[in-house]
T-cell receptor
């Protein structure tokens, strides 16, 4: 059971480039979400999805797009990378948005925008 | 504004003692509260969940209390070990939604 898999683990982008952070889970979880973690800021919610075809914005959605075409995958797209998007990105999943236990997190993608 | 506050200063304790971490929240009506552990370079790992109508939850050496009057949760690790050294995150889901909102975490260092 792989859990939540994030790729790549590390990435360096130039300002203005685009890229997609991949997130896949094999637990048949309906709820998936993306967070970014910055020093002194804690984890902040970017986007989330309560099921295939349904997405919504979190606290810091600007500059990011998501889609959910399957239950397993929830990619995060940076359309035009900016240095302010330098961060560690975590994907998390759960069987529902109000689970009886916690979320399962991936191991993260460390992104640097130069 | 809504806030989830955890001790910003690191907590240093001696092995064998009980570690107590605090999570205070303002302008939230939480449906439930969760605690996670995060090690450097890793994603958070779920530890315990406590609902608004529960006062206390236990799991092995871990105990969580939840006081909705004080708007506070306490997280206890008894008989602490150096392997318990990590950052501990408090998170809650409000009654009005289902986004999991995190505090900034408290770093715990257990020394032999």
């Amino acid at each position: 059971n792989a859990g939540v898999t994030q790729t790549p683990k590390f990435q360096v982008l130039k300002t203005g480039q685009s890229m997609t952070l991949q997130c896949a889970q094999d637990m048949n979880h309906e709820y998936m979400s993306w967070y970014r973690q910055d020093p002194g800021m804690g984890l902040r919610l970017i986007h989330y999805s309560v099921g295939a075809g349904i997405t919504d914005q979190g606290e810091v959605p600007n500059g990011y797009n998501v889609s959910r075409s399957t239950t397993e995958d929830f990619p995060l797209r940076l359309l035009s990378a900016a240095p302010s998007q330098t961060s560690v990105y975590f994907c998390a999943s759960s069987y529902s948005e109000r689970p009886n236990y916690g979320y399962t997190f991936g191991s993260g993608t460390r992104l640097t925008v130069v | 504004s809504q806030k989830i506050e955890q001790n910003s200063e690191a907590l240093n304790i001696q092995e064998g003692k009980t570690a107590t971490l605090t999570c205070n929240y303002t302008n939230y009506s939480p449906a439930y509260l969760q605690w996670y552990r995060q090690d450097p370079g890793r994603g958070p790992v779920f530890l315990l969940l406590i609902r608004e109508n529960e006062k206390e939850k236990r799991k092995e050496r871990l105990k969580v209390t939840f006081d909705t009057t004080l708007k506070q949760s306490l997280f206890h690790i008894t008989a602490s070990q150096p392997a318990d050294s990590a950052t501990y995150l408090c998170a809650l889901v409000p009654n009005s939604g289902y986004a999991l909102n995190f505090g900034k975490g408290t770093s715990l260092l257990v020394t032999p």
